[in-house]
């Protein structure tokens, strides 16, 4: 009768697991024209979105994005139309954004508390890195599009390391950081 007992306990505890829903780091959804991310309250997002033409793709590869309002699900990626520009709001765990190059909208990403990082490959990217050691990356090209980054409480770095031609970077909260006439605008709060 014990033994019994036993099997019927692991054969609900493996019904459990099989049944399980799986892990994702945020929902993806639309407002207005404006997609929204928001991370899910555990564990790092590692994200990768592009936004041209009015359609947005956002996943993080590693453990999905919940497609919501607006937007498709495709394997761990949403598929999002009529998008001019997204807010990406970061959990506490330390996160990555990657836009990717061919990217055209304005993107604001707003830091969690964790590390998090930003690296820009298109569109204008405007990153407020809240809390926690923060790093925003510049493309080894200059764009026509402004990005800006301000760090907040902890250390912060942008890097422009990848060009090979003289950049300006002033720390003076004005739009003239970058290479001449990209107006990127490094806050004070960031080192270089």
């Given at each position: ?7 019927i ?6 019904l459990?697991?099989?049944?399980a ?29 592009t ?11 590693t ?111 004005a739009?003239n ?15 270089t």
């Amino acid at each position: 009768m014990r033994h019994g007992r036993r099997l019927i306990g692991l054969a609900a505890v493996g019904l459990t697991l099989v049944c399980a829903s799986p892990a994702f780091a945020g929902t993806a959804y639309v407002s207005g024209r404006t997609l929204h991310y928001t991370t899910a309250s555990t564990g790092p997002d590692s994200l990768l979105i592009t936004i041209a033409n009015g359609i947005a793709n956002i996943g993080d590869g590693t453990v999905g994005t919940v497609a919501g309002t607006g937007c498709a699900q495709e394997s761990r990626y949403a598929r999002c139309l009529n998008v001019d520009d997204a807010v990406i709001e970061l959990g506490s765990e330390g996160s990555s954004v990657n836009v990717q190059p061919g990217s055209t909208a304005p993107i604001k990403v707003i830091g969690g508390a964790g590390n998090d990082s930003v690296l820009v490959g298109g569109g204008p990217v405007d990153f407020e890195g809240g809390p926690g050691w923060d790093m925003m990356q510049v493309p080894v090209y200059a764009d026509a599009s402004p990005d800006s980054f301000s760090g907040g409480p902890g250390r912060d770095f942008v890097y422009y390391s990848a060009r090979t031609a003289p950049q300006n970077v002033s720390l003076d909260d004005a739009p003239n950081d970058g290479a001449p006439g990209e107006h990127d605008n490094i806050h004070s709060d960031v080192a270089t």
